[in-house]
């Protein structure tokens, strides 16, 4: 049995730095937003291209499997020169692969240049899309707790059968959705929603779901989100910390002052360190301390999964972490 198993996205990250990129405002009505641009017909040079393994599956697989879970990873890959680069790097982690293969192209991203910490990524998104419920080895799906990243199309599909497995053979489940998938409103997600012990997602997620608007009150977000059903819910807000509730009391922790370099990977890292705190069976400030550490080692280095700390080395840093506030509600 394992402890967790990931179903999620896998894909072959392209890190591209050309030190030439711009960043202009954007107005639109009542909004704005910064926009990274490139002269339009002009030819640059790459100054640094780094290529690594990525997707909320394969991340947070290598997280659970660095803080001593037995892991395994669940998607449909392509059988192709990347899927095959995938797989190596799951061995190297010490993650069983138990899920697919398929004649699709393995999921690809290019992440643009990183201004003020952020980052521009253009996501190509195909064998992910494609996990077959019927080519899996029902077998293999042993586990305390199946975790959730961002899956569409028929991958989707495949993951509601999936919670309904777990939730009958007493396996705990976690999810993480993304921006497309809470994008579907509150009536998609619901029936995953109902079946989820701990649901994680960044601010502007929550705020899409519930249908309010990105200011709205983090209390009011908590309360909103956790009538769909989750038991706990976590939204994560970058800098200004983390936020749980567990239908009693309301946790929060601020982020540190430390250098960011870049912050791909910061949301897979946090929600698999507050889930292997709940694999373990800790206390929630317990969960919420793990997160942070993780996800805080993550973002003071280039990729997802370069600097993943170790459970030793996680509760060593975890004695200087903040203090986190707790509230009745």
């Not at 999921?107 to 521009?120: A, E, F, G, P, Q």
């Not at 799906?141 to 059968?161: D, N, P, V, W």
């Not at 705190?277 to 997802?304: P, Y």
Request: glycine share 8%; proline share 2%; hydrophobic share 35%.
């Amino acid at each position: 049995m394992y402890d967790v198993i990931t179903i999620g996205s896998a894909t072959v990250d392209v890190f591209v730095n050309t030190h030439k990129d711009k960043v202009v405002k954007a107005k639109h009505h009542k909004t704005e937003e910064f926009l990274t641009c490139y002269p339009l017909g002009s030819k640059m040079l790459i100054k640094d291209l780094n290529f690594t393994t990525g997707g909320g599956g394969t991340n947070t697989a290598a997280s659970f499997s660095k803080l001593g879970l037995k892991t395994a990873y669940c998607g449909n890959i392509g059988d192709d020169m990347n899927g095959e680069m995938v797989v190596q790097d799951l061995k190297k982690h010490g993650i069983d692969f138990i899920g697919t293969k398929s004649d699709d192209k393995t999921n690809y991203s290019v992440i643009l240049d990183s201004v003020k910490h952020d980052r521009t990524i253009l996501a190509y998104k195909e064998a992910s899309s494609k996990l077959d419920l019927s080519r899996l080895n029902k077998n293999k799906l042993k586990a305390k707790c199946f975790y959730f990243s961002s899956m569409i199309g028929k991958s989707f599909q495949t993951s509601l059968k999936l919670m309904e497995y777990a939730l009958g053979n007493k396996i705990k489940v976690a999810f993480n959705p993304s921006t497309y998938e809470v994008e579907k409103g509150k009536s998609k997600l619901k029936p995953c929603l109902k079946k989820t012990d701990v649901l994680i997602f960044n601010k502007e997620e929550a705020s899409i779901l519930a249908g309010m608007d990105y200011d709205t009150d983090i209390n009011t977000l908590l309360s909103e989100i956790r009538k769909l059903g989750p038991k706990i819910l976590v939204i994560t807000q970058g800098s200004k910390g983390a936020f749980c509730s567990d239908g009693i009391n309301i946790y929060s922790i601020k982020s540190r002052d430390i250098e960011v370099v870049e912050t791909t990977g910061a949301g897979d890292a946090f929600a698999s360190g507050f889930v292997t705190g709940i694999i373990k069976d800790k206390d929630i400030e317990f969960c919420m301390k793990l997160g942070l550490v993780q996800a805080e080692s993550v973002i003071q280095h280039h990729g997802a999964k370069n600097r993943l700390l170790s459970w030793s080395q996680a509760l060593k840093d975890m004695k200087n972490c903040p203090d986190v506030k707790i509230s009745k509600i």
